[in-house]
């Protein structure tokens, strides 16, 4: 069946990955479906003839047909299975690129434009929306085309035995079929709310799980129980229209053709055969073919209908991965050569209310820097800044000279790696945790495990072991420790840590940050609020912030002359 180009450009990706390096399973899908309509009309013709032999008593006519009868049987068989076999693998194929495609695509948003996004929509799309694709589109492509083929062979066999009842046959056929087409509309636009309410449905069951041990510690499961029962009320509801909609459009189609055709044609046919016009198995042949049109006519508009929903979805899917697409821009080589220099920044999360005010500094390849500050100072929002997570900033944030915002993000991720508060963990191995699933040199691998104070777990629970999901299976310590060891064995040039080492006791804390300090060639930028003075020392330059501006800035015992802020964080960690 030829493909219509879709609306929407960006969608055209995904209908060629269903077809691509899958033509050959698709042609040969589509050929056996069309060899296997022909099987419904001669086995209509073979009811007729053993009712015509019957009515002649002719033995030898009857052995006949029964040895054509197992011939067409066999064959059929063997047609059956050939045709299912290929319209599986075919989409299974199709299915597997299509589902790589987007995921493909997603990975390639920046952290940027993905942070701005609800993952719920992701899950959705990827899951009940897929399942959909699969059911209306791909498989119905073909039932689609046997039911046509079906529908016309059906007449034309009429056409051939009695032109009169064939022509009341497509008279009669024409009133369900108006009313199916045009009930099919409305089919279209509940399967497209069902994916919607779904979309909203995930998100909401994603925040509440996601927040159960919240929810347990204020005692609120009856609010969010309140919150549950309405999303599923409201994607079930949803669902319930589509399927009434369904109900009564294959209600409409069935009773109009049931009794307006089939019975029409039955006593019209009877009529004829009292007439001597048609011979009784003529009758029973065009009663049996009734079925073969009023068939495609129950099923062609609701199948056409869900094809259009299912493409629908489709669109749907190549917006939602073509939003907030990440920005292309200038590839920088992944090494710091210069400076990374910030002029007057100032940042925002919300207009009016800015984080980070009039925030001007210059980070030198291979120096360390701590940033140091009270809650809600712009500690982190700044680290996240320099991972180019925002860039509605005002001033210039630039990487040896080239501007932050025009900057290729694959290449600035190559330059920088950030090691954040919060840590993610796979359900995979401590080892494939590490490593992030590729090949490394054993050797590399454990400098990062000792350097990041992981030889203990190691030794104790070996690197095959499984931190479950998001890493349950560790201790907040230990999943830090894997989350540093990943970091280091990626060796970035420029490595940002934003509390790195909160989970930490003191013991190691101390230890990891220390072998951090002492790692040569990197640029390191240290958001802290251990200010232990053999570690403070080590600091080229120690940032002070204040309320999203830069209050001081020095060495460790400079500042700690001026007696200024840093003297006072200092003296009250003492």
């Known amino acids: 069946m030829s493909q219509k180009t879709p609306k929407n450009p960006a969608a055209r990706q995904y209908y060629r990955a269903f077809y691509q390096n899958n033509h050959l399973r698709f042609v040969l899908a589509m050929l056996l479906t069309v060899l296997s309509f022909p099987g419904n009309l001669i086995g209509s013709w073979l009811l007729g003839e053993v009712i015509d032999v019957v009515a002649a008593g002719d033995l030898d006519w009857l052995r006949r047909t029964l040895v054509f009868t197992v011939i067409f049987l066999v064959v059929m068989f063997l047609t059956s299975v050939g045709m299912y076999w290929t319209k599986s693998s075919f989409t299974y194929k199709a299915l597997t690129q299509y589902k790589s495609l987007a995921f493909r695509n997603l990975s390639e948003k920046s952290i940027s434009a993905f942070s701005r996004e609800n993952t719920g929509r992701y899950i959705s799309v990827l899951t009940n929306d897929v399942n959909s694709v699969e059911e209306n589109y791909l498989k119905r492509t073909f039932l689609l085309v046997y039911h046509v083929l079906l529908f016309f ?6 056409f051939w ?17 108006a009313g199916a087409l045009l009930m099919g509309k409305e089919l279209a636009a509940r399967e497209k709310a069902v994916s919607d309410k779904n979309e909203g449905f995930v998100a909401q069951l994603k925040e509440l799980l996601s927040g159960f041990a919240v929810i347990k510690s204020f005692k609120a499961e009856g609010e969010a129980q309140r919150m549950f029962d309405a999303s599923n009320r409201d994607v079930e509801e949803g669902k319930r229209r589509r399927y009434w909609w369904e109900c009564l459009l294959t209600a409409v189609s069935q009773v109009l053709c049931a009794e307006a055709l089939q019975f029409g044609i039955f006593f019209l046919g009877a009529f004829l055969a009292i007439r001597g016009d048609i011979t009784a198995g003529t009758v029973l042949i065009f009663v049996n073919l009734c079925n073969f049109v009023i068939q495609p006519i129950n099923v062609i508009p609701q199948y056409w209908a869900s094809r259009k929903a299912a493409q629908a979805l489709i669109d749907k899917l190549a917006q939602v991965t073509e939003e907030n697409a990440g920005r292309t821009g200038e590839a920088i080589p992944p090494v710091l050569n210069q400076a990374i220099a910030l002029e007057n920044v100032t940042f925002g999360y919300e207009p009016d209310k800015p984080v980070l005010r009039d925030v001007s500094l210059r980070l030198e390849p291979g120096k360390k820097y701590a940033i140091v500050g009270g809650s809600g100072s712009g500690k982190s929002t700044l680290l996240n800044l320099l991972m180019g997570a925002y860039d509605s900033y005002d001033g210039s944030i630039t990487i040896d000279g080239r501007e932050l915002r025009e900057v290729n993000p694959d290449s600035l991720y190559d330059l920088m790696s950030l090691i954040g508060q919060s840590v993610f963990l796979f359900d995979d191995t401590i ?5 992030m699933f590729r090949e490394f040199p ?7 495990v000792n350097r990041s104070g992981l030889s203990e777990l190691l030794a104790q629970r070996g690197e095959d072991y499984r931190c479950g999901e998001n890493g349950v299976g560790l201790s907040g310590g230990e999943r830090q420790r894997v989350s540093i060891a990943r970091c280091l064995l990626r060796g970035a040039p420029v490595l940002l840590l934003d509390e790195a080492t909160a989970s930490l006791d003191n013991q190691t804390a101390f230890a990891v940050t220390d072998a951090i300090l002492h790692l040569d060639g990197l ?30 800035r020095g060495t460790f015992r400079r500042l700690m002359d001026e007696k200024g802020l840093f003297y006072s964080l200092f003296t009250l960690a003492a």
């Open 431 to 435: 080892r494939g945790n590490i490593t």
């Open 523 to 552: 640029t390191r930028v240290v958001v802290t609020h251990r200010l232990e003075e053999t570690l403070m020392a080590q600091y080229d330059e120690i940032i002070v912030m204040r309320n999203g501006q830069v209050q001081e």
């Open 153 to 158: 062979g059906s007449l034309g066999m009429m």
């Open 161 to 177: 035995y009695s032109p009169i009842l064939a022509t009341a046959t497509i008279v009669l056929s024409l009133f369900p079929l």
């Open 442 to 448: 054993d050797q590399l691998v454990e400098d990062a």
